[in-house]
């Protein structure tokens, strides 16, 4: 298409993330910023909080490669400064790269790699790491390289230092049922989000087999969520979550298999959630558009 000198390829657009304080006139100003440049807006969602925080993602079609240095300049002059905007801009051609760590279960990250071969997921998964050698031949047989790192108390943090090296290029680190606490070092080091993905169960019923605890207590719900890690254990921001009700008739091998697809499915949109710049972290909380 052809707009004002600019043109683009059908299907390229810039995607653009922002919070800041909310005020009025934010949304003609971008909106008129983006009409002057002569790029159309494609989709947009928006969000105000009671605490006066304004949040908002924009797509629009794609300048030309030449003018985005240019156009991100003036954005941060007229808009950015002024309105005290925390931005980010990203194009839809540019996959983000992913990295996948995980330990023996493969529920999770078989549904990652099925939505990863057929474009469903939104990203790249570039590698794959795990403390053990079960899901070596899954993971090979799709062409994705497979890092065996053991991890134990006694040598994580050789074995964090090995994994740093694996992913100092990745957009995203996503743990699909990855059974090892990782150290707050880690986690800044990985200069990139990490999502995790745990049970309903994790609080109420500790131990080696919460789906035994959980049916002999009764359990009616199995649930699963999604979150950012943090260096505090299981307390990041909320991305997604789900649940499923469940009966006396289920033993315990349902509730372990009910359990296993709400956690895929919840971690799936949250990982998709955040490939395609839905997410914006307020404090503690998120906002999902």
Same mark, same amino acid.
């Given at each position: ?151 134990? /108390?006694?040598?994580?943090? *050789? ?9 100092? @290029? +990745?957009?995203?680190? $996503? &743990? =699909? ?67 499923? /009700?469940?009966?006396?008739? *289920? ?9 296993? @697809? +709400?956690?895929?499915? $919840? &971690? =799936? ?21």
């Amino acid at each position: 298409m052809s707009d004002g000198g600019k043109t683009t390829d059908a299907g390229e657009t810039t995607r653009l993330l922002l919070a800041c304080p909310d005020r009025p006139g934010l949304i003609a100003t971008i909106s008129g910023f983006l009409a002057e440049a002569g790029l159309n807006i494609v989709d947009v969602d928006q969000h105000s909080t009671a605490a006066g925080r304004f949040f908002m993602r924009m797509v629009f079609d794609s300048p030309r490669d030449e003018d985005r240095g240019a156009l991100e300049d003036r954005f941060v002059r007229e808009v950015a400064t002024p309105f005290e905007i925390d931005y980010g801009f990203s194009e839809s051609t540019t996959a983000k790269r992913v990295a996948v760590m995980v330990s023996r279960e493969d529920h999770c990250l078989s549904d990652l790699l099925w939505r990863w071969r057929n474009g469903h997921l939104g990203g790249e998964i570039v590698t794959v790491i795990s403390n053990h050698e079960d899901l070596r031949a899954e993971v090979e047989a799709v062409g994705l390289p497979f890092h065996h790192v053991p991890n134990s /108390r006694e040598t994580r943090e *050789d074995a964090e230092r090995a994994t740093l090296e694996l992913i100092d @290029d +990745v957009d995203l680190l $996503v &743990l =699909a049922r990855y059974m090892q606490i990782l150290s707050p070092s880690f986690l800044t080091g990985v200069g990139a989000p990490a999502i995790n993905i745990h049970h309903s169960f994790l609080q109420a019923f500790v131990g080696a087999d919460p789906y035994a605890r959980a049916h002999e207590r009764g359990v009616k719900l199995i649930g699963a969520t999604a979150h950012y890690v943090t260096a505090e254990l299981d307390a990041g921001p909320i991305i997604d979550q789900d649940v499923v /009700r469940v009966g006396h008739a *289920d033993e315990v091998p349902d509730l372990v298999r009910i359990g296993r @697809d +709400v956690e895929r499915i $919840v &971690l =799936a949109r949250a990982v998709t959630a955040h490939l395609e710049d839905r997410v914006l972290v307020d404090g503690e909380r998120t906002v999902v558009f």
